[in-house]
């Protein structure tokens, strides 16, 4: 029996996909006020621990080969159809602008390992946002180690990912910058441990369960642990932390910048995975929860939205800033419902009866 969607979280992953337009497009509209005070890429390690959760919660047991080949053939026909859609229109976009890219980049970005490349130029390739797609591949493909026997043995899984991070950290700490990015932002193994703190918190929602009930006690948690993760995400602000001691060591500083609040984010979604409380009943509207399942679709087009818009000349027009903004996201949203609705869903839905078919044919 499939396990049942859990709304409030669907909704969150709209509010991760906005702080990633908002990082991507404050050159051309700014930061909103106090988004300008926030570390927004902090979104990529929501969207990472939120994938764990939501596996750990769909996919509790894999105890067959069957089974196995089926997870694949999903997590395949969720990410890699929009991934391949983007690439090209990208490709499409750098022909339009004249520039060019190597055959053995797009090779690696079609095939989802460009983020193992610690060149810029080839994890940044086509799409640029695909890079975390790239790093999602490889935690679909030890997913299934992860899940093995997990309720007695996620604490040493989780203290194991995290300990290859920082080992990551460390081993990079006298590279030239590029290196230094690559190990503490785009490296699979480092950004394994956030999706292992889903899985994580996954394994403790009984437990939480009994501690917040419901009523007021689960708002006041529920509030309480969206104040603390906002905090987190404005101290983790690159100004904030290039203050501490331990700056020269420049990979955590980075880290910390850009993923460091994954512990927060694992313990906002346990909260709010319960809906028990107030804001988790606002997350359930049907616009947000919309929203949030055009999310991905929304994380993938909206670079590529915004490079048409400036390549046209739209950017350039004499509108006031607001303007121009509000335009440009109707533009991304309608563009992420259509891309959502027509390649999204259709290609998954082939992908799915392909494999009913041959079951069927099977047996």
């Not at 499939?2 to 669907?10: D, E, F, M």
């Not at 337009?21 to 005070?37: D, K, N, P, Q, S």
């Not at 990079?172 to 441990?193: C, D, E, Q």
């Not at 994380?299 to 490079?307: E, F, G, T």
Request: aromatic share 12%; net charge positive; proline share 3%.
């Amino acid at each position: 029996m499939p396990a049942q969607q859990i709304s409030s979280l669907t909704s969150l992953r709209f509010f991760a996909a906005a702080m990633v337009v908002v990082f991507h497009t404050r050159r051309e509209f700014g930061y909103f006020g106090l988004a300008g005070h926030l570390a927004l890429t902090q979104a990529v390690s929501l969207f990472f621990v939120l994938s764990g959760y939501i596996l750990a919660h769909t996919h509790r047991m894999i105890v067959s080969r069957a089974g196995l080949c089926t997870f694949y053939l999903k997590r395949f026909a969720r990410i890699w159809p929009l991934h391949l859609a983007g690439a090209a229109a990208a490709a499409w976009l750098i022909h339009y602008e004249g520039g060019s890219i190597k055959g053995a980049t797009v090779i690696l970005n079609v095939l989802l390992m460009h983020a193992w490349s610690w060149d810029v130029t080839t994890y940044f390739s086509l799409n640029g946002v695909s890079w975390s797609l790239s790093d999602e591949a490889f935690f679909y493909a030890v997913f299934p180690l992860l899940i093995w026997r997990v309720n007695t043995t996620w604490a040493v899984k989780l203290a194991g990912t995290i300990l290859v991070t920082a080992v990551m950290l460390v081993a990079f700490k006298n590279m030239g910058r590029p290196l230094m990015l690559w190990s503490a932002y785009i490296s699979p193994v480092t950004r394994l441990s956030e999706f292992m703190m889903g899985i994580a918190a996954y394994q403790l929602r009984d437990e939480l369960r009994n501690t917040i009930k419901s009523g007021l006690r689960a708002s006041v948690f529920e509030i309480g642990t969206a104040l603390i993760v906002v905090s987190a995400i404005w101290a983790a602000d690159l100004k904030f932390v290039s203050d501490l001691p331990f700056h020269p060591n420049k990979p955590v500083a980075i880290w910390l910048s850009n993923c460091g609040a994954g512990v927060v984010f694992a313990l906002l979604i346990a909260v709010f995975a319960l809906e028990e409380g107030v804001l988790s009943r606002l997350l359930r509207a049907r616009s947000l929860i919309y929203l949030g399942e055009i999310s991905f679709s929304l994380y993938m087009v909206h670079q590529l939205v915004l490079r048409y818009a400036e390549d046209h000349g739209y950017m350039a027009q004499d509108y006031p800033v607001a303007a121009k903004a509000a335009l440009y996201w109707i533009a991304a949203i309608a563009v992420a419902a259509a891309a959502h609705h027509l390649i999204e869903l259709p290609a998954q839905k082939l992908i799915m009866s392909r494999l009913k078919i041959q079951r069927s044919a099977a047996a």
